[in-house]
Each structure stands twice: as structure tokens, then as C-alpha cells.
């Protein structure tokens, strides 16, 4: 009971200032009345410990115990599915009586640098070396840099009109697509 009153005394000190709690004091020693009378409830009860570790050691190994025994189940029920799947679907082809299948195109490079390397190549061969485009026709495909130079001192040869129509814009046809075109009014 001595414990009670210096507590409260302490806390009231600290939250309202000592003038506050020698009121509050005198008044809950009134309330209180005999010091020797201890306030307890005979049918509170209180727990004797924190926490019962038997009990969560007890819990622990039955989860632990409860996992295994589901792990154990799951892996016959697995082969069990697994033997039925394999018993009621046809057996697969050998890859070898067929031999290998590639994957349908397009498909991803087996050697990009390789693969880069052969078409540069080819370019080079095709844009930098004369040949034969067709012998019986007289047909020859030049470097390139020699076709530019010839093109760049002879200029380009004028082309016949065949095959080539010419559309004012201005006429609004169709093939223009300016067909109901109002002209902007002036400013």
C-alpha cells in the first residue's frame, strides 16, 4: 500500500506540479481510509508466467510433424498421377526415327557473328567486283564506285515517256486527291 501511495504521489508530482498533488494526495488518503486494509480482489486472477514454452514447443513440433506427413502423402499422390498420365496418353516418337525437328521459322541465329560476317562478304562481293549479270544478253554489274563515277561525268540518260503519266495537282483528279478542293480565299 506504501508502494501505491509513492507512486501516485510521483506521478502526479511529474504530470501537474507539487502544489496540485498534495490536494490530489490528501484526497485519495480519504478515499483510501485505513492503510492496513490491502485492496485486492479475491476473484481476479493473474497469469504465474509469461508464456508456457512446453506449449509452444509442443505446437511447434506437431506443425512440424503435420508438414512431413503431408509432404510424404503428396509425393505418392504425385506418382500415382504421374504413372496414370504416362499409362493413358500414346508414348512418344523417337526423335531419331524422324530425325531432329527444327522449330518453325522465323528462327533465332545459331551464330550471329558468323551469320554477319557472310553477308558482309556478300555485299562486298556483289557492290565492289565486276560479273556477269547475263552473258547472253551482254548484261555486266560494275562497283559501285565505278558506276558512280560514270553516272557523276555522264549524268543520267533521259527517260522516254512510256510508262510514265504525269497529273497536274492543281486538277484535283483522283489520282492527285484533290478532288473538291476550295482554293483559300485571299487575304
Known sequence: MARLKQFARALVNAVVGYEFA?????VALERVGDPEIELIDPTTRFEPRDIRGDAVM???ASLLAALAIVSFLLYFVFAYFTHREA???PPPLPVNAH?????PEPRLQADPVLEMQEMRAYEEQTLYRYRWLDRKA???AIPIDRAMQIIASEGIAA?????FDYYDPTAGTRRTGLEGRVEPEPR
Do not use: D, F, I, N
Not at 22 to 26: D, G, K
Not at 99 to 103: A, F, V
Not at 159 to 163: D, K, L, N, R, T
Open 58 to 60: 509442443l505446437t511447434g
Open 159 to 163: 527517260q522516254s515517256g512510256a510508262g
Open 22 to 26: 498534495r490536494a490530489a494526495a490528501s
Open 138 to 140: 551482254g548484261t555486266v
Open 87 to 89: 499409362s493413358l496418353s
Open 99 to 103: 530425325g531432329s525437328r527444327l522449330p
